[in-house]
């Protein structure tokens, strides 16, 4: 059974920056794809990005564009994907998912949420003016 937890939310100032990072357990053992979401109240839950299992290939989202860079680590048991966040803005304040399609390889199926089957708990992140 795969689990993802994220960690690394929290409240920052406009123009600050914040990691992200979510750790995989479960699943096949040599890794799949990893990707992020984000949701503000009230809205549709929106893609970020993701990532290939052996981190050669990513996709990223219109949000953040420009601002956001996705990395993993899979050099133990445990999978950990990083989402880097540059230049914030008051319109990132947003709840932000670690998602995952366990089946997944490639990082292209995980830009649409009806193939992600995984999801984390989500990590809170408040951008203030």
């Known amino acids: 059974q795969v689990q993802l937890v994220e960690s690394g939310g929290g409240s920052v100032q406009a123009g600050d920056s914040l990691r992200l990072s979510c750790e995989a357990s479960?699943?096949?053992?040599?890794?799949?794809?990893l990707g992020w979401f984000r949701q503000v109240l009230g809205k549709e839950r929106e893609f970020v990005a993701a990532i290939s299992r052996q981190g050669g290939s990513f996709y990223y989202g219109d949000v953040l564009k420009g601002r956001v860079t996705i990395s993993r680590d899979n050099g133990n048991a445990k999978k950990t994907v990083h989402l880097q966040m540059n230049s914030l803005e008051p319109e990132d304040t947003a709840l932000y998912y670690c998602?995952?399609?366990?089946?997944?390889?490639?990082?292209?199926?995980?830009?649409?949420?009806?193939?992600?089957?995984?999801w984390g708990q989500g990590t809170q992140v408040t951008v203030s003016s």
């Open positions: 479960g699943g096949r053992s040599d890794g799949y794809a």
């Open positions: 998602a995952a399609d366990p089946t997944s390889i490639g990082a292209a199926n995980l830009r649409y949420r009806d193939r992600i089957t995984v």
